[in-house]
């Protein structure tokens, strides 16, 4: 895994007309090399690593959590592994500086100028782990970076490698020395998913595994970056029909007005669940979008942003925002068509 | 692409979605929507939320709860009548509701076909084509209205369904249908909508406390626990829960404690304000009531006079009340026009009233005195008649001494009347005066029978026994149903058209002629003697309701006011000793007067005719039975038409649900085939055709949810309803190309959906189409407009808490 295997791809504001597109049947058996190669590494977890990768596609950023020991950080490997891309890994702590994960210029004593030192940023797949736990100002050079897509140091813009992507974790339970990540910040991440503890046969597998070594070790990657750099303008192009497009509206809207909830989801909340349900559709081969996209993304893109009320209360102390996404979900009209009448 | 070509290009293109629909999702997609949406019961456990349930539910507990009004009202057949006006109503309601979806049209289409069915079934004939309502309907309906609210007065219950009585139940029906309609239905409500279904079944424990039929109301109430079960906010059926409990107890267990009412056997005659309108319906109750048992000194039975209505208005006749004095009965006056000439013995008769209520004191004529009656009547000098606006006859003991007259037959052919001036001078004018529209048949039929004769007296007999004979017939109910029923001018023109009817208008058709001859007269109402009835004592006679009777009196100058009999023998009653012009003296007269007078009652109607001692009163007499007859025979006419028009509503309502179904079935299936809006419109029929089975499809599900959601429950996937669902997902969630759907495929989905009902399922899924009453109706919004989704859906996910930690994977269907 060398850090020189970042690339500077096309940024993602280019036209999409420039890339390189597959046909999504192809998309769609290269995802599927992809979930399988990864599924040899992590056992039973298919729906977070179909998401992970679904978020990969939508050039997204992923919230994971869940607590320590589960696999985060070998999914997110496994992940960057597979489809041939660089990964890093922050351990973030309170005292963990902006610099330290942007990089610095230092002075290059042979070249008589500040040369720029990328930091662990500069990779395609950078894992946070413990985001919560470093502070605000380090939260937000990271959050700021995810969203540009590119870091400024001294006043040079560095872009960042492409694909890039944010698996950050966050500990739900440990709460001493934490700053929990403010709803603006948790807004920037596409999806939030908890890895889960494994089932017991997957548990027994991973034992047997891991008894000769890293299976990690054994992952080849099944695509290489400017492949994945094409998979991903595919999903650009998948179509999305006005019908799709209300539907996803209808549900951020009915989030806004939800008596159980303090805060519902923003137009960045509406914009990531189209582009996610995009990932989607060209991981089942589909060029286009259909609202059941919606309906199995909105928990995992959407609960994360949102606010419950006071008192609002989950199952099984589950958070209770989930719930009510799949409450709003389950209520919420599938549109089949969008009125023409005159 | 083009309509055909969806289906072949889904399959060849869109392996993925196909496979993901028919194979890969099915574990997958399921669990996760299972995990994403509430959990679900099986197809049958939804059933209970078929949608015609509130309506069908309302019209059970409708039914019942005008079945509780049984014990107010005899018999059955007003029962039909007037569930068939709830069950227009509703059906009216219940189809505007699902034609158009305007909220205060259906219960205004509603009360107008119960205005429009109420005014063919009571008024047919005043309306523009048996229909539209006229002016004269409202006059008519408000006359209508009157003798139901008399009715309501003046009966005891069980009352006789008279026309009235039944007009203002059907009234009620109708309206407390609609109101509950409205309430459950339209504004869903069930709660509230039960309320005035309960007031229908609170009725009989008001107007007869401890009469309500406990399993009628326990059956009422388990229709509004139907009600209420449907689909609702829950308060709404907590609610409804405490009021349906309340009301059951209350009328189950509360109907006991309230003390009796008073009303409870009122008799119309004696009672009302014009005592003559309420006599006929008295004598239809078909049940007679004891009303008054007495002894005379003399041990011969008498007639007991309780109003006497000496005023005649063209239209009705009327107590002279103006004239009537406070004061004690223990000494009334003499009684008018009887000179020392006629015999008269002082006899004692010795009353008492039973159960029934009236206002007027049963005496016989001439009374002098009244000892034990208490304080607070009134008497009238001219008709010796006792009343009194506080009092109640009910229950009371009295004597009274009264005269009994023997004037001889010369003394009656001798006796003069007054003419206009005497009578003015003698205070008779009221009693000779006739409006200035008296029909002229009236006057020259009086001419024709009674011209001839010689004297007052045998003008009389002449038209006495003119009436009793063989051109007339007793009969209770022709005059209500042929509308002649009363005493008016017209009325009188009509019964002597007619020539059927029964005392009310022989009696005062007999008044009015006499009037036209110069004799003054006026119409008693009272009782006929009635029947001996050893005991309840030594010489005791008993008069029931059935023996409440009318009468005309005429004034014979010297020896007064003269009873006469011109009523066929009626029911079990003998009218009357021959030819009697006297109440104590038949024999008198009939045995002076010669053949024309003394065989009048044997001859001209000798069955019917008996004296009262000869009655076992446990025998109904022909003439009863003949009664009863013609009260049925009448009675079943009008219930035909009334049969025929209800069933024709019935039919219809049976079968219009199903034709708008199928109208709207082909409806979508056209639009399907063409945009725009195709696949929301073959979706909505899928929908349609699910919930007319009795199950569930929101239009929050998604096409795909569906099929998986069926495939689950059925235990296999079918491949039709998964060739709809790539069809319409593809022409919904596509780039713009196709631009609708194949027909055949849409039936071929919609005939697998039907195929796997029973067949019992499907003949109800089609004769009564859920899916009409539902947000999926002629009014639905094609589209599923966004935000609009609300639609009730349960929303307690319950299972999968976290859809993305399911375990399970179907292996995918294609290779890489």
């Given at each position: 895994m060398s850090d020189a295997a970042f690339g500077a791809g096309s940024?993602?504001?280019?036209?999409?007309?420039a890339e390189p597109r597959l046909a999504l049947e192809d998309v769609r058996r290269d995802a599927h090399a992809v979930i399988e190669a990864i599924e040899t590494v992590i056992d039973g977890k298919r729906a977070q690593i179909e998401l992970a990768l679904t978020v990969l596609l939508a050039e997204g950023h992923l919230l994971l959590e869940d607590?320590?020991?589960?696999g985060k950080t070998m999914l997110a490997r496994a992940l960057a592994r597979a489809t041939g891309g660089s990964v890093h890994r922050i351990q973030f702590t309170?005292?963990?500086?902006?610099a330290d994960i942007t990089g610095v210029s230092v002075f290059n004593q042979g070249l008589r100028d500040f040369e720029f030192k990328p930091g662990?940023?500069?990779?395609n797949l950078v894992i946070g782990d413990e985001?919560?736990?470093?502070?605000p100002k380090t939260q937000s050079a990271l959050l700021e970076s995810m969203e540009e897509r590119q870091v400024t140091v001294d006043g040079h813009s560095h872009p960042l490698p492409d694909p890039f992507v944010v698996i950050a974790t966050q500990n739900?339970?440990?709460?001493?020395?934490t700053f929990a990540l403010p709803e603006a910040q948790r807004d920037r991440f596409m999806a939030r998913i908890s890895m889960g503890y494994p089932d017991a046969a997957a548990e027994i597998a991973m034992l047997r595994q891991r008894a000769t070594g890293s299976p990690l070790d054994a992952l080849d990657a099944v695509v290489d970056l400017p492949r994945l750099r094409a998979m991903i303008a595919s999903v650009r192009q998948v179509y999305v029909s006005p019908a799709i497009e209300s539907y996803a509206v209808a549900i951020a809207a009915a989030s806004r007005v939800d008596?159980?909830?303090?805060l519902g989801a923003s137009p960045r909340a509406t914009l990531q669940l189209v582009r996610a349900a995009k990932a989607r559709a060209a991981l089942d081969g589909r060029d286009f979008v259909v609202p059941d996209d919606l309906d199995d993304l909105a928990v995992a893109v959407i609960a994360h942003r949102l606010l419950a009320a006071r008192g609002a209360t989950g199952a099984?102390?589950?958070?209770p925002s989930a719930e009510i996404v799949r409450r709003i979900v389950a209520r919420t009209a599938v549109p089949l068509g969008v009125a023409e009448r005159a | 692409m083009s309509v055909r070509e969806a289906p072949a290009r889904a399959r060849a293109t869109q392996s993925g979605v196909l496979g993901g629909v028919t194979s890969g999702r099915a574990g997958r997609g399921g669990a996760r929507r299972a995990g994403a949406r509430p959990a679900r019961g099986s197809w049958r456990a939804r059933?209970?939320?078929?949608?015609w349930s509130p309506a069908l539910w309302l019209l059970a507990a409708q039914l019942c709860a005008l079945g509780g009004l049984h014990v107010l009202l005899r018999e059955s057949a007003w029962w039909f009548v007037v569930a068939g006006y709830a069950l227009l109503v509703l059906v009216v309601a219940t189809l505007t509701r699902l034609l158009?979806?305007?909220?205060?049209l259906a219960p205004v289409l509603a009360a107008a076909a119960g205005l429009g069915g109420l005014t063919v079934g009571f008024a047919a004939d005043t309306a523009v084509g048996g229909l539209v309502p006229t002016g004269e309907t409202w006059d008519r309906m408000r006359e209508i209205v009157d003798s139901g609210l008399r009715s309501i007065a003046?009966?005891?219950?069980?009352?006789?369904?008279?026309f009235g009585l039944v007009f203002l139940v059907a009234i009620g029906a109708c309206a407390t249908t609609i109101l509950a309609e409205s309430l459950?239905?339209?504004?869903?409500?069930p709660a509230l909508g039960a309320l005035p279904v309960l007031a229908l079944l609170v009725i009989p424990v008001v107007i007869q406390?401890?009469?309500?039929d406990g399993l009628l109301a326990l059956l009422t109430a388990a229709a509004l626990l139907g009600l209420i079960r449907v689909p609702h906010p829950p308060t709404s059926r907590a609610l409804a829960l405490g009021l349906a409990m309340l009301t059951l107890v209350g009328a189950v267990v509360g109907g006991a404690l309230i003390p009796q009412s008073?009303?409870?056997?009122?008799?119309g005659t004696a009672s009302s304000a014009n005592p003559i309108i309420a006599l006929g319906a008295d004598l239809r109750r078909?049940?007679?009531?004891?009303?008054v048992a007495y002894t005379t000194t003399s041990g011969e039975p008498v007639y007991l006079r309780l109003?006497?209505?000496?005023?005649?208005?063209g239209s009705s006749w009327t107590p002279a009340l103006a004239g009537y004095q406070d004061g004690p009965l223990s000494r009334l006056s003499a009684?008018?026009?009887?000179?020392?000439a006629v015999d008269t013995t002082a006899q004692r008769i010795r009353v008492h009233v039973g159960q029934i209520s009236g206002r007027w004191l049963p005496v016989p004529y001439p009374t002098t005195a009244i000892a034990g009656?208490?304080?607070g009547w009134r008497w009238g000098p001219g008709d010796l008649s006792i009343v009194s606006?506080?009092?109640?006859?009910?229950d009371r003991e009295y004597t009274a001494d009264y005269l009994e007259l023997a004037p001889t037959a010369e003394q009656l052919r001798a006796a003069t009347v007054p003419s206009g001036d005497e009578a003015e001078a003698a205070g008779l004018s009221a009693q000779l005066a006739l409006p200035?529209?008296?029909?002229?048949v009236i006057a020259e039929t009086a001419q024709r029978v009674?011209?001839?004769?010689?004297?007052p007296y045998e003008q009389a007999l002449a038209l006495q026994n003119w009436l009793r004979g063989p051109d007339f017939t007793y009969s209770i109910d022709a005059p209500v149903e042929q509308g002649y029923?009363?005493?008016?001018l017209e009325v009188i023109a009509r019964f002597l058209e007619v020539r059927s009817g029964y005392c009310v208008h022989f009696a005062s058709t007999m008044a009015v002629m006499a009037r036209e001859l110069g004799i003054p007269s006026r119409v008693v109402v009272g009782f006929q003697p009635g029947t001996p009835r050893p005991?309840?004592?030594?010489?005791a006679f008993l008069a029931t309701t059935d023996d409440l009777h009318a009468w005309p009196e005429l004034y014979l100058e010297g020896v007064g006011w003269t009873r006469f009999e011109p009523?066929?023998?009626?029911g079990e009653l003998p009218?009357?000793?021959?030819?009697?012009?006297?109440v104590t003296a038949p024999q008198v007269p009939a045995d002076d007067l010669g053949p024309d007078a003394a065989q009048p009652p044997a001859p001209v109607?000798?069955?019917?005719?008996?004296?009262p001692s000869d009655v076992d009163p446990g025998t109904p007499s022909a003439a009863d039975a003949a009664a009863d007859d013609g009260l049925d025979a009448a009675r079943s006419g009008t219930l035909r038409t009334l049969a025929l028009v209800l069933g024709t509503v019935l039919v219809l309502a049976a079968v219009t649900p199903f034709a708008a179904r199928r109208v709207l079935r082909a409806r979508r299936l056209r639009r399907a085939a063409r945009g725009p809006g195709a696949a929301a419109a073959a979706w909505t029929e899928l929908r349609a055709t699910v919930v007319d089975a009795g199950e569930d499809a929101p239009d929050t599900e998604t096409p795909r949810a569906f099929a998986d959601r069926l495939a689950e429950e059925r235990g296999e996937r079918d491949p039709r309803v998964d060739a709809l669902v790539v069809a319409v997902e593809s022409l919904a969630y596509?780039?713009?190309g196709s631009l609708g759907l194949d027909p055949a495929l849409v039936r071929a989905a919609l005939a697998a959906l039907e195929a796997r009902l029973p067949p019992l399922a499907r003949v109800r899924a089609a004769v009564l189409p859920a899916s009409l009453l539902g947000?999926?109706?002629?009014?639905?919004p094609e589209f599923g407009?966004?935000?609009?989704?609300?639609?009730?859906?349960?929303a307690s996910p319950t299972?999968?808490?976290?859809?993305?930690?399911?375990a399970t994977h179907a292996p995918a269907t294609e290779g890489p």
């Open positions: 940024a993602p504001s280019a036209p999409p007309a607590v320590p020991g589960v309170p005292d963990l500086l902006p662990p940023i500069f990779a985001i919560n736990r470093a502070s739900p339970i440990e709460m001493q020395g008596p159980e909830l303090r099984d102390g589950e958070d | 059933r209970g939320a078929w949608r158009v979806p305007v909220p205060l003046t009966q005891t219950s069980p009352a006789a369904p008279e459950a239905v339209g504004m869903r409500l406390p401890g009469s309500s008073d009303e409870a056997g009122r008799i078909g049940d007679p009531l004891p009303a109003a006497s209505l000496d005023t005649f208005t009684p008018v026009g009887l000179s020392g009656a208490g304080d606006r506080d009092n109640d006859i009910r200035d529209d008296v029909p002229a009674a011209g001839g004769e010689s004297t029923d009363g005493t008016g005991d309840l004592g030594e010489g009523t066929p023998g009626r009218p009357d000793p021959p030819l009697s012009t006297d109607d000798p069955a019917p005719v008996r004296d596509r780039p713009p947000s999926i109706g002629f009014g639905a407009a966004p935000g609009s989704g609300a639609t009730g859906v349960g299972t999968n808490a976290e859809p993305w930690s399911v």
